[in-house]
């Protein structure tokens, strides 16, 4: 039995009905004013419109962003935005890759911030890349959250980045001129005292956004892990350490990872990231899955900014463990 022919004065009627819906912005209740039928019926002509093909509704968004798989992972895990690189865009080496990520980041800071902002900036290659790209910021702080790697090339260094950022929107810069990983408690204590670097761990209570990179723990993927010996590493890794977001570590769950490492790295703590009222986390490639699902499972990123492939598999393991 072949399917009901659809007449063309009911398919005329419903491109009518869609055309004043859609085009010139008319309620549903004034349609079914003028054709003499009740506001159900011009919704379900509407709903019908799109089912059969006869208005298809497209997105032409000005920015590469996957918005299904953004909006999906964003629910998965309760945030209040994200923004997954399409998959055309995703398909790019590394670099490239922290380029393209880095120029989300910068354009959505530049959306966010105000003058009354106090900004800080985690060490990372896609920080320093989204410092980069930024070139229109408001007149506000920027605070580094962290002390600098040893070892790195002085383009990748945090002190030049925070000093960058600020000079864009003439904003004063807060930088920290020590060392990431320090050899004890004692330095670190000492270090912590001396005037320039009080003043920036003065700042930390004051933060209204920082903006973060997702590491995870394992070589090349972390700028904490990179900085410690094997053994060091090793001891962490078999307490849990599965994430590390500004030298701060968690486990796969979420949990604020308490090591003998806390007491000797000069950079905000766990805490203080919390209190944090947006935190926007740049983590992409798959490898760092795992970390991203842990990074978001602690509460504290409220903005992820990823790619398809790392998307992907998060919404596996969201999936196959619902976060809380």
Not at 13 to 24: C, E, G, K, L, N
Not at 38 to 59: D, H, M
Not at 181 to 202: C, H, M, S, W, Y
Not at 270 to 281: N, S, W
Request: net charge neutral; hydrophobic share 45%; aromatic share 4%.
């Amino acid at each position: 039995m072949s399917a009901k022919k659809i007449r063309m004065t009911d398919t005329i009627t419903a491109a009518s009905i869609a055309h004043r819906f859609y085009v010139q912005g008319r309620s549903k209740l004034e349609i079914a004013d003028e054709f003499g039928i009740s506001r159900f019926k011009a919704a379900r002509i509407l709903a019908a419109a799109q089912e059969t093909g006869l208005v298809r509704i497209e997105f032409d968004l000005p920015v590469p962003v996957d918005l299904p798989m953004s909006d999906e992972v964003r629910a998965a895990y309760g945030l209040r935005r994200v923004l997954v690189l399409n998959r055309a865009e995703s398909k790019a080496d590394r670099p490239e890759l922290r380029r393209r990520i880095g120029s989300l980041a910068a354009q959505l800071l530049a959306e966010l911030a105000t003058p009354d902002d106090v900004i800080g900036l985690a060490w990372a290659r896609s920080v320093n890349a989204m410092a980069e790209a930024v070139d229109s910021l408001p007149k506000c702080p920027i605070v580094q959250l962290c002390g600098v790697q040893a070892g790195m090339d002085m383009r990748d260094r945090s002190v030049e980045t925070v000093g960058r950022v600020a000079a864009v929107g003439g904003g004063y810069a807060y930088p920290i001129y020590g060392p990431l990983v320090l050899p004890d408690r004692r330095t670190t204590d000492i270090l912590r005292k001396q005037p320039g670097i009080a003043e920036t761990f003065d700042q930390f209570q004051h933060l209204t956004k920082a903006v973060v990179s997702i590491g995870a723990w394992r070589q090349g993927e972390s700028t904490v892990y990179d900085a410690l010996s094997p053994s060091e590493r090793d001891s962490i890794g078999r307490r849990g350490a599965t994430a590390e977001i500004a030298a701060r570590l968690f486990d796969e769950n979420g949990n604020a990872l308490s090591t003998g490492l806390a007491h000797h790295v000069l950079a905000i703590t766990h805490e203080q990231l919390r209190q944090v009222p947006e935190v926007i986390a740049l983590g992409y490639t798959e490898p760092k899955a795992e970390a991203i699902d842990a990074v978001l499972r602690s509460g504290i990123v409220t903005t992820l900014i990823t790619d398809a492939a790392a998307a992907e598999r998060i919404l596996e393991l969201a999936a196959q463990r619902p976060p809380e």
